[in-house]
């Protein structure tokens, strides 16, 4: 999962192990000094072994 924030240009919220993809959800910790800030997501998910990736997926704008 990763979280970017445009506006703040150096600001990058990412995690390769937030869940396990059966779970169906996932949570990804922002830091608070970006509450308010808009942050364009994706999605992205790697094998148990780390063999294989998929390509990510653009999840779309958040205000967080």
Not at 30 to 54: L, R, Y
């Amino acid at each position: 999962m990763v979280a970017w924030f445009p506006e703040k240009q150096t600001q990058l919220a990412w995690s390769l192990d937030a869940a396990e993809r059966a779970a169906g959800t996932a949570t990804l910790t922002i830091p608070g000094e970006n509450k308010g800030a808009v942050a364009e997501t994706w999605i992205g998910f790697v094998s148990a072994d780390g063999q294989i990736a998929s390509n990510s997926v653009y999840t779309g704008r958040l205000e967080v």
